[in-house]
Structures are given as structure tokens and as C-alpha cells.
């Protein structure tokens, strides 16, 4: 079975840094895009960063120059590197996966994504 942890969250002054973690564990075939979401409280979730097999990234432009992602394919992992954060940064960050399962039962391939359970980063101002 297939999970996604993440790690790293925490309280921070606004101008500091933290650094999330995750790490998918369990058997998959294969690992598409990875990427970090966050919600805040009254917030619909939304998109912070994605980084492709590829090593291909993407960012919101509220965290552009702040934030980097990065992932390592070997590991299965993936990290969010957040600096010079700022109150509007608080939410929990979610980290999502676009899997390929291969059925067991007929052999097919098919699409499967996966979701960590989130961790919250509070900022102060």
C-alpha cells in the first residue's frame, strides 16, 4: 500500500525558513509529477509547487524566488524548501504524487494519485 509522509512542519518567525519532506513509501510502478499544495483556514487548497519526473518545476507566483522544490526519484521523495516566509504562508502543505499502478490481478497499467496526510506551517508575523 502506498503512503506519503511529510515532515518538517512547524511554528517560524516571518523571515525564516523550514524545509517539508516526503516520503512515499510502498510499491509503485512508476512516479509522474510531484508537488506541494496548502490550505489555509476558509481557503480552498491551492497549488504551491510541482516537479516533474523530469525535474521540471512549477510554482505559484506568490512563492516565486522564496520557495524551491526538489525531489530525488532513487528515494522517492520530495522537498519543499520555503525561505523568507511570510504570515500568508500559514496553512497546512499537503504533498501529491501522480502514480501508474500496475494491476495484480490483470496486468494493466492505470493512474492512481496519492496524497500525504499534510502538516501544518504557522507563520508569525
Known amino acids: 500500500q502506498v503512503q506519503l509522509v511529510e515532515s518538517g512542519g512547524g511554528l517560524v518567525q516571518a523571515g525564516g525558513s523550514l524545509r517539508l519532506s516526503c516520503t512515499m513509501s510502498g510499491s509503485i510502478f512508476s512516479i509522474g509529477t510531484m508537488g506541494w499544495y496548502r490550505q489555509a483556514p476558509g481557503n480552498q487548497r491551492e497549488l504551491v509547487a510541482t516537479?516533474?519526473?523530469?525535474?521540471?518545476?512549477n510554482y505559484t507566483d506568490s512563492v516565486k524566488g522564496r520557495f524551491t522544490i526538489s525531489r530525488d526519484n532513487a528515494k522517492k521523495t520530495v522537498a519543499l524548501q520555503m525561505n523568507s516566509l511570510k504570515p500568508e504562508d500559514t496553512a497546512v502543505y499537503s504533498c501529491?504524487?501522480?502514480?501508474?499502478?500496475?494491476?495484480?490481478?490483470?496486468?494493466?497499467?492505470?493512474?492512481?494519485?496519492?496524497w500525504g496526510q499534510g502538516t501544518q506551517v504557522t507563520v508569525s508575523s
Open positions: 501529491k504524487a501522480d502514480g501508474v499502478q500496475r494491476s495484480d490481478y490483470s496486468g494493466s497499467l492505470y493512474f492512481q494519485n496519492y
Open positions: 516537479i516533474t519526473s523530469g525535474g521540471i518545476t
